[in-house]
């Protein structure tokens, strides 16, 4: 249940963000404001986009289908747009949503523990993950 209302959340909340995106566009191609004012508002939004894929994947529903690299790697690509964390996914062939998902919480892990930022790797060998974060600074929580 728990999944579903999260999936519900992010379903919600990406309809207002896209509006906004349209009405940037639209203000930008009519010349109607100009300014840095615009890019900072395209900039948030775009980052609050991201973030709602992300947590849409990490929260949301996980059935039996799986995500392409190509989706894998658009979600992360945006989020470390807007954010102090470089993201590496290496596998190449699709992987099982759920697989993705404890992968992606794995991440928000280490981004707590490198608030500073760095950059992180995702790999999987067959089963098996391997996900590692390099940092010049580190706040770890031991009971993680």
């Known amino acids: 249940l728990a999944a579903l209302i999260g999936s519900r959340?992010?379903?919600?909340?990406?309809?207002?963000?896209?509006?906004?995106?349209?009405?940037?566009?639209?203000?930008?191609?009519?010349?109607?404001?100009?300014?840095?004012?615009?890019g900072l508002i395209a900039d948030s939004v775009g980052n609050a986009g991201a973030r709602i894929r992300f947590f849409r994947i990490a929260y949301g529903a996980a059935g039996d289908q799986t995500l392409g690299r190509a989706e894998i790697v658009s979600v992360l690509d945006d989020l470390s747009r807007g954010g102090r964390l470089t993201l590496h996914w290496i596998p190449t062939e699709p992987q099982p949503r759920g697989a993705v998902r404890l992968a992606f919480?794995?991440?928000?892990?280490?981004?707590?523990?490198?608030?500073?930022?760095?950059?992180?790797?995702?790999?999987?060998?067959?089963?098996?993950?391997?996900?590692t974060g390099t940092a010049g600074k580190v706040n770890l929580d031991q009971t993680l």
């Open 9 to 38: 959340i992010c379903h919600d909340l990406i309809s207002p963000i896209g509006a906004i995106t349209n009405g940037l566009e639209l203000l930008d191609l009519t010349g109607g404001v100009q300014g840095p004012e615009l």
């Open 105 to 131: 919480l794995a991440l928000q892990c280490l981004e707590t523990a490198m608030p500073y930022g760095g950059a992180v790797r995702i790999d999987c060998d067959g089963e098996a993950w391997t996900i």
